[in-house]
């Protein structure tokens, strides 16, 4: 079978994974402050092994801090943030979360425009495996393959030798998608990845990340409350660094507390 044809079906199906309660990851009763601004405050939080879950919230909720703990940039006061069942996240640092298999897109698009975009995907898979000093060493199959597959997946093929900063905007957020993509992680979080898309490319985003859950675990923090409805298995609300309500989105929408500080009437 093709390597781009394995994609999503290399583990079990999606809905198998959902059923699973094990946690890929847990966080328990998170305290972040700065300079006497409670940023979260006994935050607990858990994903599922193979779970997509939306994180939505007013601005200032504390979504942006949540992912800087989550992935070394930000220490909390107290807590405890446990990474598949047995790796203390709050013992290491940036580099070693990702190199545990946690890979982090930021809202903005970072590419290195200068280079290709086959050479963005390669500088990616290299880096990730810890090999600076090898990296005018050449692919071997498996890694090709592997970066092919990806560029089919997220329709670049055709832009494989164009440079990343010639790129739409919609583009650029799908190659930064595959860089974490041919990194392998085992949860991904996602900073409205679909900002600033075309409905045709919100339509496929959706798509994609509908059809990754299950290999991964997603994170997905948006506003879209649309394209939450077309993704979600559950959402977690945050309201003033705390978790306000958690659920199904129809659950989370039913919610008298959300409906006042967030969705509106």
Not at 157 to 169: I, M, N, P, W, Y
Not at 232 to 245: E, F, I, K, N
């Amino acid at each position: 079978m093709a390597m781009q044809d394995t994609l999503f079906t290399r583990q079990l199906p999606a809905d198998q994974f959902r059923e699973q309660t094990d946690p890929v990851l847990q966080l328990e009763n998170i305290n972040v402050s700065f300079d006497g601004f409670q940023a979260l405050t006994n935050l607990s939080m858990r994903i599922g092994v193979g779970e997509l879950r939306c994180v939505i919230g007013p601005n200032g909720a504390g979504k942006t801090t949540l992912m800087d703990v989550i992935t070394g940039k930000t220490r909390p006061q107290s807590g405890q943030a446990v990474y598949d069942q047995s790796v203390d996240l709050l013992r290491l640092n940036s580099v070693e979360v990702a190199r545990k298999g946690i890979g982090r897109k930021f809202q903005k698009p970072t590419v290195f425009e200068a280079l290709s975009v086959f050479e963005n995907l390669e500088i990616a898979q290299k880096t990730h495996k810890g090999v600076w000093a090898t990296l005018r060493a050449r692919l071997n199959s498996e890694q090709r393959d592997r970066i092919d597959s990806v560029l089919a997946l997220l329709h670049l093929s055709q832009e494989r030798h164009r440079a990343a900063g010639a790129l739409s905007h919609g583009q650029k957020q799908f190659l930064e998608i595959g860089m974490l993509l041919v990194q392998e992680p085992h949860l991904l979080l996602l900073d409205e990845p679909a900002a600033g898309m075309t409905d045709a490319e919100t339509e496929y985003t959706a798509e994609l990340f509908r059809g990754l859950a299950g290999q991964h675990s997603l994170m997905v923090v948006e506003h879209d409350m649309g394209f939450v409805e077309t993704i979600a298995d559950s959402v977690t609300v945050l309201h003033h660094g705390q978790v306000l309500a958690e659920g199904s989105l129809a659950e989370v929408q039913a919610n008298e507390q959300v409906i006042d500080v967030y969705l509106g009437r």
